[in-house]
């Protein structure tokens, strides 16, 4: 057990970073803490934002990057055939007109729209979600702009 000197909250070790020039060998800031703080900075401090932007840029254009994205996307739908049946069955759907797009359920966006199925075995039963949103749902981090 230890206590986060942001939250002053005693926790877990598992709960905390490994830091290897801590004495105890973690950091003294709880993973949430540093979560937030590293969040806080990246809001407050825009050459951190387009030095993500300058990355990302160059990431997507990286031929290695994009092969090891498709491996990882055709990995993930070869483990889960069900989502792959209904993402299928889905597009059919919208492309044949049976079924239209719909602003974001959340934020009323109209760009960038994912489909969000909460259960795969009703490929055509869908949210419609904005990516920042899709994001969201998941539990992903979104980029504060």
């Known amino acids: ?21 801590m004495a105890d060998g ?10 937030l703080d590293v969040r806080t900075h990246r809001r407050q401090n825009e050459h951190v934002r387009q030095a993500d932007r300058e990355r990302h840029a160059q990431k997507s254009t990286d031929p290695v990057y994009l092969q090891k994205r498709r491996d990882y996307q055709l990995e993930y739908m070869n483990d889960h055939p069900e989502a792959k049946a209904a993402h299928r069955a889905l597009n059919i759907a919208v492309r044949w007109g049976r079924i239209k797009k719909q602003p974001c359920s959340n934020c009323g966006s109209t760009e960038n729209l994912h489909a969000h199925h909460e259960d795969y075995s009703k490929p055509l039963d869908v949210i419609w979600l904005c990516c920042l949103c899709h994001r969201r749902e998941h539990g992903g981090a979104v980029k504060q702009e």
Do not use: D, G, V, W
């Open 1 to 21: 057990m230890k206590t986060c000197f942001k939250c002053k909250i005693k926790k877990p070790l598992s709960e905390f970073y490994r830091h290897s020039q």
């Open 26 to 35: 973690y950091l003294n800031k709880c993973k949430e803490c540093a979560k």
